[in-house]
C-alpha cells in the first residue's frame, strides 16, 4: 500500500498558476506509477495527468494539455503538478493517485490509493 499527502492547492485568480506536490511512502517510489485527478462539485472524478514509473510516458487529459505539467522527483519521493494558465472550469479538489501494477494510470479502476485531496479554486 501506498501512503499519499498532497499539499499546495489555494485561491488563485484566472491565468494563475498553482504546483501540487505528492508524497508518497510505503513503497519504493521508482516501482510507483503515479497520476493526478479531480473532481469538479457536482461531477465526477476524472483524469488530468499520468506519468510512468521512469518518467519516460506522460499522458493528460485533452481539458489540461499545454497547460500542465506532470513531474516526479525519485530523490523525494515526490510528484507534483504545475498547472499554468489556469481557467475557472479548473476549480476541483485534486487527487494524487498511485498503482503498483499498471504503467500508468488513466481510469479509476487503475488506481491503488489515493491521497486526500487538495483544493484548487480559480477565480474569474
Known amino acids: 500500500q501506498v501512503q499519499l499527502v498532497e499539499s499546495g492547492g489555494g485561491l488563485v485568480q484566472a491565468g494563475g498558476s498553482l504546483r501540487l506536490s505528492c508524497a508518497a511512502s510505503g513503497r519504493t517510489f521508482s516501482t510507483v506509477t503515479l497520476g493526478w485527478f479531480r473532481r469538479a462539485p457536482g461531477k465526477d472524478r476524472e483524469f488530468v495527468a499520468t506519468?510512468?514509473?521512469?518518467?519516460?510516458?506522460?499522458y493528460y487529459a485533452d481539458s489540461v494539455k499545454g497547460r500542465f505539467t506532470i513531474s516526479r522527483d525519485n530523490a523525494k519521493n515526490t510528484v507534483y503538478l504545475q498547472m499554468n494558465s489556469l481557467k475557472p472550469e479548473d476549480t476541483a479538489v485534486y487527487y494524487c493517485a498511485a498503482s503498483v501494477s499498471r504503467f500508468i494510470v488513466t481510469q479509476e479502476m487503475d488506481v491503488g490509493s489515493w491521497g486526500q485531496g487538495t483544493q484548487v479554486t480559480v477565480s474569474s
Open positions: 506519468m510512468s514509473r521512469s518518467g519516460g510516458s506522460t
